[in-house]
C-alpha cells in the first residue's frame, strides 16, 4: 500500500472519527453535567439532601461505568436502532458512545464540583441566592478549570472507544485500522492510522490544558 | 438607639451526630440576645462556645433546633418554613443581612468588581446599575481601583474589604461578622476595624460580630456579651459591663496583674471612668487615712471612645481594717472590688478569653501623682 493510497483511507478515517467523537462529547457534556451536579447536591449534607435520588443516580452511573464499552456497543444495538433507525455508521455510534461516556463524565464533573470551596456557597447563600443561583454562579464558574480537564480527559477517552466501535459497524480510524491494517496484513497503513491517533489525542490534550491554564491564570495569579 | 434590630429568643442548636449516637452537641443552649440599631455588638468567647452556630442562627444558615430570631422586625425562623431549602421570602430577607467571612468567600472566578455586584444580581439589579453601585461602595472602602483586579491579586486586608462592599450591596441594616479580622495581621485588623467603626457611623449599619480576640471588642463595640459552651454568661454595653462587680469581660478587656508584696494586706482593683478618672482619689485615700498605697498593677486606655482606667493596689492590713478606706473609694464613685486570692494559679475564672491578646497586652504604668 503506497503511501498516495493511504492518505484517503486516512482523510476519511479521521474525518469519521472527529465526527464521531465531537457528537458524541457535545450529548455527553449535556447528559453527563446535569449528572454530576445532582450527585452533589442530593448527597448527604448537600443543597438538595435527597437520599434515595442519590442513591439511584450513585448505581446508574456506577453500573455505566462498570461495564466494558465492547460489551455497552453491542448490548445497545437495539436501543441505537430505536434512536438513528440503524446501528451501523459513524452518526448511530454516536448513541453507544455518549451513553458510554455519560457515567465516567459525570463522576468527573462530581470531584470538581465537590473541590469547590463550601465558604462561597455559604456566602451566596448568605446573600439570598437560591440553589439554581448557587448553581449557575459559584459552582459551574468556580469549577470550570476542573470541568474543563474533565472534558479533555473525556474526549481522549472517547477516541479510544470510537476505534473500539469500528469493530461493530462504526467508521474511523479504528474500522479503517481493522480492515486495512489487521484483515489485510497492511502493517505500514496499521502504523499511519496510530501516529494519526497518537496526533489528534496529544492535540486534544494541549488544547485542554492550554485552556485550563487559560481559566485558572485569572484566579491564581499575582500580575 | 434603643429599638432591638436583632432579637434571638430562646435560641437553641442541638446537632444530632450519627457518628456520636446519643450523644448530641448542644451548640447554643437557650440563647437569649438583643442588638439595638446602630450598635456594634460583639460577641466573644473560646473556640467551641458556639459563637459561630449563634452568628449563623440569625440569617439561618443554620436551622436553630429551638427559638426564635427576629431582624428588623421580621421573624426569621418562622418565614424559614420546614424544609431544608430557604424559601423566596427568607432568601428576600437574607439579602438585607450583609455578611463578611474570617476566609473572606470571594468568587476566584470574578474580578472584585464583579464580586461585590453578584448580590445585585441576585437582587436583579440591571447591569448598568450594578456596575455604578459596585464602583461607589468600592470607593466606600478604598478599593475604586482594584475594580478589575482578581482577588487573587489582593492582599488579606484588601480581599476583606471587597468582602465588606460586598456584604454592603444589598443595602443592608445589619452587618454580620464571623471572625472578620482572624486572618488578617495586627496593622490591617485595625484599618478594617476602623472601616467597620466609620460604616457603622456613616449609615447608621447596625454590626454584629463574633470574635476570639478581646482587641476588636476593645476597639470598636458599644456592647459585648461573653459565651462559654454555648450560653451568654455575661452581656451589656462597655461601660455597663465595666461597671459591674466581678464581671469577667471587664476583667478581659483590663487585665490588670500584679501579686500581693506579701501576706495580711489587701488587694483591691479600682476600676475609674466618666468623671472620677480625672480626679486625684488615690493621693486623696493616702492623705485622708494616713496609709502607704502600693500599685501593683494599672492600666489606662480608650475602650468604646470612653476614658477607662483600672488599678490593682495593696493596701497594708487584712480587710477588716480597710472598710473605711474601701468605702472611700466607693464614695468617690469608683469601683472598688477587694481580691481574695490574686495568685494566677487560683483564679481559674480569671483566664483570659484568648491568652495571647489579652496578655500580650502591657498594660501602660500610670503614676499615683497623674490621678
Not at chain 1, 88 to 109: E, H, Q, S
Not at chain 1, 130 to 158: D, E, N, Y
Not at chain 1, 201 to 220: E, H, I, K, N, S
Request: proline share 5%; charged share 20%; net charge neutral.
Amino acid at each position: 500500500m503506497t503511501w498516495s493510497e493511504m492518505q484517503p483511507l486516512l482523510a476519511q478515517g479521521t474525518v469519521d472519527t472527529l465526527y464521531m467523537v465531537l457528537w458524541s462529547t457535545l450529548v455527553t457534556v449535556l447528559g453527563g453535567l446535569p449528572l454530576g451536579i445532582l450527585l452533589v447536591l442530593t448527597d448527604k449534607d448537600g443543597l438538595l439532601q435527597n437520599a434515595p435520588v442519590n442513591k439511584v443516580v450513585g448505581v446508574i452511573v456506577n453500573i455505566g461505568r462498570s461495564l466494558p464499552f465492547i460489551i455497552l456497543l453491542i448490548a445497545l444495538i437495539p436501543f441505537t436502532t430505536f434512536v438513528v433507525g440503524t446501528f451501523i455508521g459513524p452518526t448511530a455510534m454516536i448513541v453507544p458512545l455518549a451513553v458510554g461516556a455519560i457515567p465516567f463524565f459525570a463522576r468527573l464533573v462530581e470531584t470538581a464540583i465537590r473541590e469547590v470551596d463550601h465558604g462561597l456557597v455559604e456566602a451566596v447563600q448568605a446573600m439570598g441566592g437560591s440553589v439554581p443561583t448557587i448553581v449557575r454562579k459559584v459552582l459551574l464558574p468556580q469549577a470550570l478549570p476542573s470541568l474543563v480537564a474533565g472534558v479533555t480527559t473525556t474526549v481522549i477517552a472517547l477516541i479510544g472507544y470510537s476505534a473500539m466501535a469500528g469493530a461493530v459497524g462504526g467508521e474511523g480510524l479504528g474500522s479503517k485500522a481493522v480492515t486495512y491494517g489487521f484483515q489485510r496484513f497492511e502493517n505500514g497503513f496499521m502504523l499511519a492510522t496510530v501516529v494519526v491517533l497518537i496526533l489528534i489525542v496529544t492535540a486534544v490534550q494541549l488544547l485542554g490544558d492550554g485552556v485550563v491554564r487559560l481559566l485558572a491564570r485569572r484566579g491564581r495569579t499575582a500580575s | 438607639m434603643d429599638t432591638p434590630v436583632i432579637t434571638t429568643t430562646g435560641l437553641t442548636k442541638i446537632y444530632r451526630s450519627a457518628a456520636s449516637r446519643g450523644r448530641d452537641i448542644t451548640a447554643l443552649d437557650s440563647v437569649d440576645l438583643h442588638v439595638r440599631e446602630g450598635e456594634v455588638f460583639g460577641v466573644v468567647g473560646q473556640s467551641g462556645a458556639g459563637k459561630s452556630s449563634l452568628i449563623r442562627c440569625v440569617n439561618l444558615l443554620e436551622r436553630p433546633t429551638a427559638g426564635r430570631v427576629t431582624v428588623a422586625g421580621q421573624d426569621l425562623t418562622a418565614l424559614a418554613g420546614r424544609g431544608r431549602r430557604a424559601g423566596k421570602e427568607l432568601r428576600r430577607a437574607r439579602s438585607s443581612i450583609g455578611m463578611v467571612f474570617q476566609h473572606f468567600n470571594l468568587l476566584s472566578s470574578r474580578t472584585v468588581q464583579d464580586n461585590v455586584g453578584l448580590p445585585l444580581e441576585i437582587l436583579g439589579v440591571s447591569g448598568r446599575d450594578r456596575a455604578r453601585r459596585a464602583l461607589e461602595l468600592l470607593d466606600l472602602v478604598g478599593l475604586a481601583d482594584k475594580a478589575s483586579s482578581y482577588p487573587a491579586q489582593l492582599s488579606g486586608g484588601q480581599k476583606q474589604r471587597v468582602g465588606i462592599a460586598r456584604a454592603l450591596a444589598g443595602d443592608p441594616k445589619v452587618l454580620l461578622s464571623d471572625e472578620a479580622t482572624s486572618a488578617l495581621d495586627p496593622e490591617t485588623t485595625r484599618s478594617i476595624l476602623q472601616l467597620l467603626r466609620d460604616l457603622n457611623r456613616q449609615l447608621g449599619l447596625t454590626v454584629l460580630l463574633i470574635t476570639h480576640e478581646m482587641e476588636v471588642v476593645k476597639t470598636i463595640c458599644d456592647s459585648a456579651a461573653l459565651m462559654e459552651k454555648g450560653r451568654i454568661v455575661e452581656s451589656g454595653t462597655v461601660g455597663e459591663l465595666l461597671a459591674t462587680p466581678g464581671s469577667q469581660l471587664a476583667r478581659e478587656l483590663f487585665p490588670v496583674g500584679g501579686a500581693p508584696s506579701g501576706p495580711g494586706r489587701t488587694v483591691i482593683d479600682v476600676t475609674f471612668h466618666g468623671e472620677a478618672a480625672t480626679r486625684p482619689v488615690i493621693s486623696q485615700l493616702s492623705r485622708t487615712y494616713n496609709i502607704d498605697i502600693t500599685i501593683l498593677g494599672a492600666a489606662m486606655d480608650t475602650v468604646a471612645g470612653r476614658q477607662i482606667g483600672r488599678m490593682r493596689i495593696e493596701l497594708p492590713g487584712g480587710y477588716e481594717e480597710n472598710v473605711v478606706p474601701v468605702g472611700f473609694l466607693r464614695e468617690q464613685g469608683l469601683q472598688a472590688e477587694v481580691v481574695d486570692d490574686p495568685t494566677p494559679e487560683n483564679e481559674p475564672a480569671r483566664k483570659p478569653v484568648a491568652n495571647e491578646s489579652a496578655q500580650g497586652e502591657t498594660p501602660a504604668l500610670v503614676k499615683e501623682d497623674a490621678k
